[in-house]
């Protein structure tokens, strides 16, 4: 794991988490395994549970939630989808290195162990699920199958190179992480949307990482 450093006196880690109607997971703790994880680690963290507007008692219980975590911060969005949710996260996170992951932690936060020890050689790192070994526990065929084509049209027209772009476990340098996202458009941002909305925005963020010529490791 490289040396663990701050920005401006914030963590080492920042953990970005969006949330949009999660009453379910919440009822299934599966946000505990973040501070239960992190609180035995030797680096300072943060988490920021982001809610997009959520319909149900999403925000309400992640303030409770953090009520009870030193440090773990709830942020309220309008909603408006995934992208301006997880950018608004990386905008307000502190952290040398910045993560995003699913609110129903399809990938355990500890994952991040895998992460950390390519940096600082690489500036982007992303968990993937489509390489050698790697594991899709309870994932229905069809959305493999899905993801699968989805990667196969990326890597002819967009990434080449990167074999599960849509990973939602990904980790950057906290200053790249800051300025890939200032440049991201993102579709729904400042407009009312209704229901969930899940755009290609990590495609565009990658295309972007390779562009401006930062190293991603898969």
């Not at 699913?102 to 390519?118: G, R």
């Not at 500036?123 to 229905?140: C, F, T, Y």
């Not at 989805?150 to 002819?156: G, R």
């Not at 990167?162 to 300025?179: L, M, N, P, R």
Request: charged fraction near 25%; glycine fraction near 8%.
């Amino acid at each position: 794991m490289p040396k663990a450093q701050s920005l401006a006196g914030g963590p080492y880690l920042s953990v970005v988490v969006p949330a949009y109607n999660e009453e379910p997971n919440f009822e299934k703790r599966t946000i505990d395994q973040a501070p239960q994880y992190l609180k035995k680690q030797n680096y300072t963290w943060e988490v920021l549970i982001v809610d997009d507007g959520s319909e149900d008692n999403t925000a309400s219980l992640a303030q409770k939630f953090a009520a009870k975590h030193e440090n773990i911060k709830v942020i309220k969005n309008p909603h408006q989808g995934k992208a301006a949710t997880v950018k608004t996260g990386i905008e307000k996170a502190r952290g040398q290195f910045i993560l995003f992951t699913d609110f129903d932690q399809a990938t355990p936060i500890s994952e991040i162990e895998k992460l950390m020890p390519f940096f600082p050689e690489y500036d982007i790192v992303i968990g993937s699920r489509q390489l050698h070994g790697a594991k899709r526990e309870k994932e229905p065929f069809y959305r493999h199958l899905m993801g699968l084509v989805f990667n196969l049209v990326v890597q002819t027209i967009a990434v080449r190179g990167i074999w599960d772009t849509q990973a939602g476990f990904k980790c950057f340098k906290g200053k790249v992480a800051k300025e890939l996202f200032s440049s991201l458009k993102v579709y729904g941002q400042g407009k009312k949307v209704k229901g969930a909305l899940v755009t290609a925005f990590d495609v565009e963020l990658l295309f972007l990482a390779k562009k401006k010529g930062y190293k991603i490791k898969e």
